[in-house]
């Protein structure tokens, strides 16, 4: 254990630097002035509100505020562990209808923002963490479970963001994490002492990470005896001394520099990722919520990924404004009322109603762990996040369909604004009587946005990835498909005698 370190900071020090927020303009005031080192495309950013290609993200984040201002019924919860009404998005679930509301808010906030409002890694991370430390505190008579709920009742007074961070780089894929030449590749700990803990490595892909006030730090994977020191969770400033943030390109990203609102297809919002280093971050004790207990990283990551993957109910929000958009599009080029087009939009809805009642479905089949907490049924969250990483592609195949290519060889905004060229363009774009041109541009630069754009990266790519890929479903599907019995109900019905 090294000496002690007289100026680490307390669990109280770390949250008296935390306002408490009320509202959506509250919240993007907390992101100023916080000293975090963040490069984007290459440069330090100074400014992260004013940012414009990061911008939209936190405009997204705070829909989730927005909306809770809006309409508390859908989108606050009464906490027993605070004791009055909180933000949806910080509530554990105390039944099966806090799981359902939870996801009618997603779909309401995909529909709003037509993007990765980032805010759900963070709630399916306390909720999988409230059953997780209960159940090692039983078995190893620690006392994270109350650790945990003290971090969280300040985290709902404040009404703070909660990032969750769980992907590791992983380096080569076949070595467990104390095998692997370059430690880093594994969050870990490298040091102790009297106040806390010490945690080097990175987290990959972290959605909405900038964006946050806290970061939930988790394994990644089922751990062996080996890797103690990997096993580890707790929770650290997103401001914390050593953390760096570079941010993820986007595709089409750096429309939102254009200037213009056409171009960028859905200029006011956008999802987020970046990858976090951490570099010997310190972590008081009250806030490490795992340590070294390495047979409950695979219960994490298992109850993570029940929440998580049922979360995915976020894209049936973005297939409703896609298929809107189709519809719009239809309707400007004249055609609503042709047959097959009115078919596409049928096969669109039915898709993503598919997603949507297979993500109900788990809500509603949900269980109760000892800890209290609800489970969203597993293998029905798992089909609802294997039907994700599928149905948005068809959708958006669709879409395109029904746009025409226009969407993709249409001129630009400045052209529209070009005083040699802007009315030739209004002329040629046109499509039906009495629909302006520009309008027509709008709804095709968003099919494009959603489809191949920006906010492609969370309709689609995340949608296959998140979560985990479809393959970690496959191997759920198979573990809780009950093959035995269902082959021993088909003997018996066919006679079949053993
Ligand atoms: Fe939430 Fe969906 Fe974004 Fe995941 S992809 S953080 S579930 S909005
Ligand atoms: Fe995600």
């Given at each position: 254990m090294d000496a002690i370190n007289q100026d680490a900071p307390s669990s109280a020090d770390l949250w008296d630097e935390f306002p408490v927020i009320a509202n959506a303009d509250d919240y993007i005031d907390s992101l100023k002035g916080r000293p975090m080192t963040i490069y984007c495309m290459g440069e330090k950013v100074e400014d992260v509100v004013g940012h414009p290609l990061i911008w939209p993200s936190i405009n997204a984040m705070a829909e989730t505020y927005r909306v809770a201002s809006e309409n508390p019924a859908l989108a606050t919860a009464q906490s027993s562990i605070a004791g009055k009404p909180i933000n949806r998005f910080l509530h554990i679930a105390e039944g099966p209808q806090d799981l359902v509301g939870k996801q009618e808010m997603q779909r309401e906030l995909g529909r709003r923002t037509?993007?990765?409002?980032?805010?759900?890694v963070g709630l399916d991370a306390i909720n999988s963490l409230h059953s997780v430390t209960y159940d090692m505190d039983q078995k190893h008579k620690t006392d994270y479970h109350a650790r945990f709920t003290a971090f969280l009742k300040q985290a709902q007074e404040h009404n703070v963001i909660l990032g969750g961070a769980m992907t590791d780089p992983k380096g080569d894929r076949s070595k467990a994490p104390h095998e692997q030449k370059d430690a880093d590749v594994f969050l870990h700990v490298t040091k102790r002492d009297d106040k806390g803990i010490y945690v080097s490595g990175a987290k990959m892909h972290q959605t909405g990470c900038i964006n946050s006030h806290w970061i939930i730090f988790m394994p990644t994977m089922r751990m062996g005896e080996k890797d103690k020191d990997f096993s580890v969770v707790g929770a650290v400033p997103a401001h914390a001394e050593g953390m760096t943030y570079i941010y993820g390109r986007q595709s089409c990203d750096t429309r939102a520099l254009d200037g213009g609102k056409i171009d960028a297809g859905n200029a006011e919002f956008s999802g987020q990722e970046a990858t976090i280093i951490f570099d010997n971050v310190f972590v008081p004790y009250e806030h490490i919520f795992m340590d070294g207990e390495v047979e409950f990283a695979a219960d994490l990551v298992e109850r993570f990924t029940a929440y998580h993957r049922a979360s995915y109910v976020c894209k049936t929000g973005l297939g409703d404004v896609l298929t809107g958009a189709a519809a719009a599009a239809a309707d400007y080029n004249g055609v609503a009322k042709v047959s097959h087009i009115k078919d596409k939009l049928v096969e669109m809805t039915h898709l993503n109603e598919t997603i949507y009642a297979s993500s109900m479905a788990s809500a509603h089949q949900a269980t109760q762990l000892p800890s209290g907490v609800w489970q969203n049924d597993v293998m029905l969250a798992n089909i609802c996040k294997h039907n994700v990483t599928r149905f948005p592609y068809e959708i958006a195949r669709l879409a395109q369909d029904i746009a025409g290519g226009l969407m993709v060889t249409m001129p630009s905004e400045k052209d529209l604004e070009n005083e040699e060229t802007g009315d030739l363009v209004r002329k040629f774009i046109q499509?039906?009587?009495?629909?302006?041109p520009v309008d027509r541009m709008r709804i095709l630069r968003l099919i494009e946005n959603m489809t191949l754009g920006r906010n492609a990266v969370g309709y689609l790519t995340e949608s296959m990835?998140?979560?985990?890929?479809p393959q970690a479903q496959r191997i759920l599907i198979a573990r809780l498909a009950e093959m035995e019995e269902k082959k021993a109900r088909a003997k018996k019905l066919a006679g079949v005698e053993e």
């Open positions: 037509g993007t990765c409002f980032q805010r759900c499509g039906r009587e009495g629909v302006d990835h998140g979560a985990g890929s």
